[in-house]
């Protein structure tokens, strides 16, 4: 496979991925969503879908550019594409606690630990590659955020 296919095939599946766990947030955003106090800082609803895109293009094409390093150091980057997927994982799991199950505090214990596997996936391909490493900094941002909001949702309704 080379490079484009590479980075087309992870940013397909990171849009897939985001595609399910907008399905599971698409009703609760309707319907709970609305019902929760939040802080001042809280975006529009219209925000998010155009970001976590973005976003997940940005994190393909990272894990991409890894991918085409396999021949480089096959035990590094199998590690740190392992460390990517797991992370995608928790991604996920995140909207299903927090929009799906309806349970901030749960959602906020997870986020946590996201933000750690995102930050360590981060160093992990900087060593590989910087320019991947550059691309998961704006998600790194962007949950460190999410994480601030989901944390100030959880107290305002508790």
Known sequence: MNKITRILTVVVTCLAIGYFSGMVTRQAILDWYPTLIKPSFNPPNWVFAPVWSLLYVMMGVAAGLVWDKIEWNRPIVKKALTLFAIQLALNALWSYLFFGLHNPFLAGIEIVLLWL??????????????????????????????????????????
């Open 117 to 158: 596997m995102i930050y360590e996936t981060y160093l992990q391909f900087a060593k590989i590659n910087k320019i991947a490493g550059y691309l998961l900094l704006p998600y790194l941002a962007w949950v460190s955020f999410a994480t601030v909001l989901n944390i100030s949702i959880w107290w305002l309704n508790k």
